[in-house]
């Protein structure tokens, strides 16, 4: 996958992401940070994605604007996050979906649907974005199955792209 084409965004646009970020928390509006470079690019294969300062950093999902992978790198979410244990790094790392057993914490506001940050357990780095498939009270209560279907990864095609 390669960036194809890129401009400035429209006024309209830059508010609407930055709406989104906030109404997640202040801390993900720290993307946006004033004086940087807003680039909206589309791939070869029509994705669209947010450059900032020229990284790709934020993505449109379902749900609204979300940070990609590079883009949580630069925050700490405190919402809408599932850590997930030492033995489940290599796994989500390479795409797999993320298993119940494997999650040692997260935001119990999380509704099914949301778009989260899934973080490593030591250091809390992002390691894949992906869709919770439970809300916050079935993460409380289920100690088996799929809850996070990852969306993207730590070295996949959305990583490289810059």
């Known amino acids: 996958m390669k960036l194809k084409e890129r401009h400035q965004p429209r006024k309209d646009t830059l508010l609407e992401i930055l709406r989104d970020l906030e109404a997640i928390s202040p801390e993900f509006a720290k993307l946006l940070p004033e004086g940087a470079k807003v680039e909206v690019a589309t791939t070869d294969k029509g994705d669209p994605y947010i450059l900032v300062d020229g ?40 795409g797999a979906d993320v298993m119940r057993p494997g999650v040692v914490a997260f935001d119990p506001a999380l509704k099914k649907g949301d778009l989260v940050i899934v973080n490593e357990e030591s250091h809390k780095k992002p390691l894949a974005i992906g869709t919770a498939l439970w809300d916050g009270e ?14 993207q990864h730590v070295g996949d095609e959305v990583w490289g792209l810059a």
Do not use: H, M, N, W
């Open 138 to 151: 079935e993460f409380r209560t289920k100690d088996r199955g799929k809850c996070v279907k990852v969306l």
């Open 55 to 94: 990284e790709v950093a934020i993505f449109k999902g379902d749900g609204g604007y979300f940070p990609t992978v590079r883009g949580a790198l630069k925050i700490q979410a405190d919402r809408r996050f599932v850590t997930v244990d030492k033995g489940a790094i290599p796994y989500v790392a390479s």
